[in-house]
């Protein structure tokens, strides 16, 4: 027998779910995320979509970390419309869909093979709820489709924070809430992140601190909500929002003339 076909247990971990989330899977989502895991790892070897695929660590860094910054929110319960913006493999887009099947979850991202290795593990996973998109942020967020039609939008190691909240405000109809997934986070970030949203008609509420549950790995999220339309300025041409990072507003004085 193959064994490289074998599948690897991942473990069930209803206890870690119940005392960091409040929530556990229940059977159908527990074969769900062994289904996925499988997937991902036979998908691994010809597709780079993750260097994550000892179990224990796949259900950390993957599954808990995906689902942690949504779970723990009482105000996000009720969200429909979701946006995962450069989803890669498929985090944290699947896990939420897995776990929320009443949401409606849209993954993106640039690169179409990862989307087609989403698009083609669907029906396994029996997820009805996803709907697959390949285009850049920055051109699908001005599509009037998708542009202000999210109550969330979530955004893992894609870029940097300020290109993050560029690529997701846009998408946020107005009191939607965009997640940021950080690792480390420092003072100088929360100030540049802070100008940002503020031009693009966003605040800050939260900046949320924790460690994951097995390796006491250090994390962030950074919660964001809408409050104005955003300006049709926003998201700038493609590649413009990595290349320019927004920061804080340079406001130029008037240069005061000579009476
Ligand atoms: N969110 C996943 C993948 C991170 S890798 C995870 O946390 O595991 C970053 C992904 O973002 C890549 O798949 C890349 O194709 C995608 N990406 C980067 N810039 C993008 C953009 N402007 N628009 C859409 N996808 C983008």
């Not at 031009?199 to 999220?221: D, F, N, V, W």
Request: proline fraction near 7%; charged fraction near 20%.
């Amino acid at each position: 027998m193959d064994t490289d076909l074998m599948a690897t247990q991942l473990p069930v971990m209803l206890e870690e779910w119940q005392s960091t989330t409040g929530w556990q899977p229940g059977a159908a989502q527990l074969l769900q995320f062994q289904n996925f895991f499988d997937l991902v790892c036979l998908a691994n070897k010809s597709l780079n979509l993750t260097r994550i695929l000892e179990p224990g660590d796949f259900w950390e860094k993957h599954l808990w970390d995906s689902l942690q910054p949504v779970l723990t929110k009482p105000d996000l319960q009720r969200e429909s419309q979701v946006i995962d913006l450069g989803t890669g493999g498929g985090f944290p887009g699947l896990p939420i869909a897995i776990a929320y099947p009443d949401w409606a979850v849209t993954v993106m991202d640039s690169t179409a093979k990862k989307i087609s290795f989403i698009e083609s593990g669907l029906a396994t996973l029996e997820l009805t709820n996803v709907k697959t998109v390949v285009d850049r942020a920055e051109s699908l967020a001005r599509n009037p489709l998708h542009r202000e039609s999210y109550q969330l939008a979530t955004i893992r190691a894609v870029a940097e924070a300020a290109v993050c909240a560029e690529y997701a405000v846009p998408f946020l109809a107005i009191g939607g809430t965009a997640i940021l997934y950080r690792g480390r986070w420092s003072e100088a970030e929360t100030v540049t992140l802070t100008g940002a949203v503020e031009q693009l008609g966003a605040k800050i509420t939260e900046i949320a601190a924790y460690t994951t549950p097995l390796s006491q790995g250090e994390r962030h999220c950074i919660y964001i909500q809408k409050e104005l339309p955003t300006s049709s300025k926003f998201p700038r041409a493609v590649g413009t929002p990595s290349q320019k990072p927004l920061s804080q507003r340079t406001t130029i004085a008037a240069p005061i003339l000579p009476g």
